[in-house]
T-cell receptor
C-alpha cells in the first residue's frame, strides 16, 4: 500500500518556466512533509519542508503548498533551471514517529535550455 | 550544511558472503540513523532505525538476522548484509537525524550500490 504517491513519473519543462511537482498521501496522521532532490547514484538532498499547521512555505525559488483537506502537496520551482534536472521525492512523517519518513516513488524533472 | 558519508560507494560480492556498509555523520552527532533500500524505479523503503547504544528497530518484512545494524557511536552506524544473495542487490542509503531548532531533518549519505553475483 503506497501511502505517498507521485503519479507523474516524469516532467519536462523549459528553462525559465515554472515546474510543478505533485504529491498525494493517504494517511491523515502525517503532519510533516518534505521534498528531496536526488541525482543518479547519490543520496537525496533535502530541499524544503512544511508542517501541517501551514499551507505554504517558501525558500528562494522553491515553494511548497499543502492542501490538507485534499491530502495533496505540491512543489513549485520558479524559474526552473537546467541544474534543477533530477528526481524529486516527496516524503511524509508523523504516523509512527516524527522522524520516520515514507517516500513517494519520485518524479524525474528535466529542464531544457 | 550537515554531511553524511557512506563507505563503500560500490561493492560487488559473491553470493553467500557478507558485506559491511558504513554510515558516518561528519559534522554533527546523530543518536538516530536510518537505513533505506531503493530498487530501480522505486521509492526509498525504510529498512530499520538505528539508535546509538541500543538495538535497531526493523520495519516489517526486514530480516534482522540478515541485515545486522550496529550504531556504536554518535557518528557511525554500520549495516552488514549477511550471506548475501542476488536478490539483495540494491542501492542502500543511510541517513542521519539532525536535531536543530524546531524541526528534525534527515541528511542522507550518497548511497552504496551492492551487486551480489
Amino acid at each position: 500500500d503506497q501511502q505517498v504517491k507521485q503519479n507523474s513519473p516524469s516532467l519536462s519543462v523549459q528553462e525559465g518556466r515554472i515546474s510543478i511537482l505533485n504529491c498525494d498521501y493517504t494517511n491523515s496522521m502525517f503532519d510533516y512533509f518534505l521534498w528531496y532532490k536526488k541525482y543518479p547514484a547519490e543520496g537525496p538532498t533535502f530541499l524544503i519542508s512544511i508542517s501541517s499547521i501551514k499551507d505554504k512555505n517558501e525558500d528562494g525559488r522553491f515553494t511548497v503548498f499543502l492542501n490538507k483537506s485534499a491530502k495533496h502537496l505540491s512543489l513549485h520551482i520558479v524559474p526552473s533551471q537546467p541544474g534543477d534536472s533530477a528526481v524529486y521525492f516527496c516524503a511524509a512523517s508523523g504516523d509512527t514517529g516524527f522522524q520516520k519518513l515514507v517516500f513517494g516513488t519520485g518524479t524525474r524533472l528535466l529542464v531544457s535550455p | 550544511g550537515a554531511v553524511v558519508s557512506q563507505h563503500p560507494s560500490r561493492v560487488i560480492c559473491k553470493s553467500g558472503t557478507s558485506v559491511k556498509i558504513e554510515c558516518r555523520s561528519l559534522d554533527f552527532q546523530a543518536t538516530t540513523m536510518f537505513w533505506y533500500r531503493q530498487f530501480p524505479k522505486q521509492s526509498l523503503m525504510l529498512m530499520a532505525t538505528s539508535n546509538e547504544g541500543s538495538k535497531a528497530t526493523y520495519e516489517q518484512g526486514v530480516e534482522k538476522d540478515k541485515f545486522l545494524i550496529n550504531h556504536a557511536s554518535l557518528t557511525l552506524s554500520t549495516l552488514t548484509v549477511t550471506s548475501a544473495h542476488p536478490e539483495d542487490s540494491s542501492f542502500y542509503i543511510c541517513s542521519a537525524l539532525s536535531i536543530a531548532g524546531e524541526t528534525d531533518t534527515q541528511y542522507f549519505g550518497p548511497g552504496t550500490r551492492l551487486t551480489v553475483l
